[in-house]
């Protein structure tokens, strides 16, 4: 507990009883959120939970109808100058300018967050060279492709070099490879700062995130760890594969196996309890006993599942 | 910022072919209308020599070419503003301008500098033509300015107002459509004659082109040029207000 407290960094934004409304219908619903210097925070939900309402209002695009955003210690709303130099927003489509080229719609976003001329050509250099543009800068965007046109959007949020991002579903359009890529950038970004994505990709957050938070119908149901979220409702299995298998009873009688499910072509599923650690015993066993082990996996209760019992199960956790 | 605004504004104009397209016809027009007027003088001549304080080129060449300018901006400006903001709102770009810590106000003048400065330099390509003229004859430099001074706070107005309904809409055209109804109703509005005095003298006073017509004929009156100035505050204030609102609405 002590060495977590000790690893927290410092908290760059502070979001308290959001609130905002279309009409009748409540997008965001009292949600309040703390983001540390050096989480990656992921927000998850489905279609129309609130996520991108609620970015669009850390980004000051949107203002809330209640409650309050502190970014980066100044007030949204009281000093919305320096908590906007403090952000870096990339929205779900990249504000960009088709007629513009790259270098041009950078060296624009460089000048409305008041970098000078020398700062500005540091900043793009550095932004084009972090998201891999640099062979792109005299291209127009409208002929860019949608990958390089969402790491424009990206380098354009970059720039300033804020201690916050908020990126609206990033990955969104990008080939498995810029995937990659995009992936390890965000990781890689979010070390001395403080990032918010959102998706509806469950590995995407798996892959990038440190904490999760998921929405539902404006309403926050989860925030966390992303550890935390894996040990929920952990009913953690093995899946092991064998061309000599045993009966399945002998399987059951393994030590910690809880139950055991045949698969079929020589595969099967032990279900053991969170934290046990059977693997060893079903090592030690399949040699001894010659099972010829050909497989061994560890399988984790999805994030999936959680993400599906939270998002429409009966009652919020 | 205001000005980076202003330049990518610019930058845009020049990219685009509309903004060539319009200086193109408006030149090119402008050119016949003005070859007529000029040929018109030349037959003129002789009979004017004879007349006392007869009117001077400046009144029978430029005065009439800068108001049929000012019909063609009337007819123009509606196109060239449509897209300032609704088309930013269209694309998402808006989102960057609202992002970054800039205010309404600034965006609001970014942009509109950003008009004014190119519908400038069409407006002195228009002056060239006229100034031509002092080669060969005497010209009246005091109401040519005043002329000019006129089409520009005109052209203001027109912009300011543009502006305005551009920010209502997600479709340029839509914007297009509903500047020009305006302008025009500003354009004929002193036409409805009530017969109730204070109501004609208040639509005459609405009226666009009314103080135009005193700039053109020279006379420099500080009411006529605070009027445009008004019509411009009171637009680019309402355009300000509207894009703080769609934070709220949206």
């Known amino acids: 507990m002590l060495v977590k407290n000790v690893m927290k960094g410092e908290v760059l934004v502070q979001v308290e009883r959001l609130t905002r409304s279309y009409g009748d219908i409540r997008a965001v619903d009292e949600i309040s959120f703390t983001l540390r210097k050096g989480q990656v925070l992921g927000f998850l939900g489905l279609n129309g939970a609130g996520k991108s309402t609620t970015m669009r209002m850390l980004a000051g695009v949107l203002a809330?109808?209640?409650?309050?955003?502190?970014?980066?210690g100044a007030d949204l709303l009281d000093q919305p100058s320096q908590a906007k130099q403090a952000i870096g927003y990339l929205p779900d489509q990249p504000p960009l300018y088709r007629e513009l080229t790259v270098d041009e719609q950078l060296h624009y976003s460089a000048r409305l967050h008041g970098l000078d001329r020398t700062a500005c050509r540091q900043a793009l250099l550095r932004a084009k060279e972090h998201c891999g543009l640099v062979d792109v800068g005299r291209r127009l965007i409208g002929n860019l492709s949608k990958g390089y046109r969402q790491r424009v959007g990206l380098a354009q949020a970059l720039l300033h070099d804020p201690p916050v991002l908020v990126l609206d579903e990033p990955t969104v359009g990008l080939d498995p490879m810029q995937l990659r890529e995009m992936r390890e950038l965000i990781r890689t970004l979010g070390r001395d700062r403080g990032v918010i994505l959102s998706t509806h990709l469950l590995p995407e957050v798996q892959a990038t995130c440190t904490h999760a938070q998921i929405m539902r119908a404006?309403?926050?149901?989860?925030?966390?760890?992303?550890?935390?979220?894996?040990?929920?409702?952990?009913?953690?299995?093995?899946?092991?594969?064998?061309?000599?298998?045993?009966?399945?009873a002998s399987l059951a009688q393994l030590p910690g196996i809880i139950r055991v499910e045949e698969l079929g072509h020589g595969r099967f599923r032990l279900h053991h309890a969170p934290g046990a650690a059977p693997h060893q015993a079903v090592l030690e066993r399949a040699c001894a006993d010659g099972w010829d082990l050909w497989e061994i996996t560890p399988e984790h209760a999805g994030l999936e599942q959680i993400f599906v019992d939270l998002t429409l199960g009966e009652a919020p956790v | 910022m205001i000005f980076a605004i202003t330049a990518r504004e610019l930058r845009g104009f020049f990219l685009s072919p509309l903004a060539w397209t319009l200086l193109a016809v408006v030149q090119g027009l402008l050119a016949w209308i003005f070859l007529v007027l000029v040929d018109d003088f030349r037959d003129l001549q002789g009979r004017l020599a004879a007349l006392d304080n007869a009117p001077g080129v400046t009144d029978l060449v430029a005065a009439p070419l800068f108001r049929v300018a000012a019909w063609m901006l009337l007819l123009l400006?509606?196109?060239l503003t449509m897209r300032l903001l609704s088309e930013e709102r269209r694309t998402g770009t808006l989102d960057l301008l609202l992002?970054?810590?800039?205010?309404?106000?600034?965006?609001?003048?970014?942009?509109?500098?950003?008009?004014?400065?190119?519908?400038?330099?069409?407006?002195?390509?228009?002056?060239?033509?006229?100034?031509?003229?002092?080669?060969?004859?005497?010209?009246?430099?005091?109401?040519?300015?005043?002329?000019?001074?006129?089409?520009?706070?005109?052209?203001?107005?027109?912009?300011?107002?543009?502006?305005?309904?551009?920010?209502?809409?997600?479709?340029?055209?839509?914007?297009?459509?509903?500047?020009?109804?305006?302008?025009?109703?500003?354009?004929i509005v002193d036409a409805a004659g009530t017969g109730h005095k204070t109501a004609d003298s208040l639509f005459a006073y609405l009226s666009l082109p009314r103080h135009y017509d005193a700039l053109l004929l020279g006379l420099f009156n500080s009411a006529d040029v605070i009027y445009y100035l008004l019509f411009i505050a009171v637009f680019l204030g309402l355009t300000i207000r509207r894009l703080d609102d769609m934070r709220l609405r949206a």
Not at chain 1, 229 to 242: N, V, W
């Open chain 1, 64 to 72: 809330p109808d209640a409650g309050r955003i502190t970014i980066n």
């Open chain 2, 77 to 79: 400006v509606p196109l």
């Open chain 1, 218 to 248: 404006g309403r926050l149901v989860f925030s966390g760890d992303l550890a935390d979220l894996e040990r929920r409702r952990c009913s953690t299995h093995l899946r092991i594969g064998l061309n000599a298998p045993p009966p399945v």
């Open chain 2, 99 to 187: 992002s970054a810590p800039v205010g309404s106000a600034a965006i609001v003048l970014g942009k509109y500098l950003g008009a004014m400065l190119f519908l400038s330099s069409m407006i002195a390509l228009i002056a060239l033509m006229p100034l031509a003229l002092a080669i060969g004859a005497p010209l009246d430099f005091g109401k040519l300015l005043a002329g000019l001074l006129g089409l520009i706070l005109l052209a203001g107005s027109f912009t300011a107002a543009g502006l305005y309904l551009s920010v209502h809409t997600t479709q340029p055209v839509l914007a297009a459509v509903a500047s020009f109804g305006l302008l025009l109703l500003l354009w």
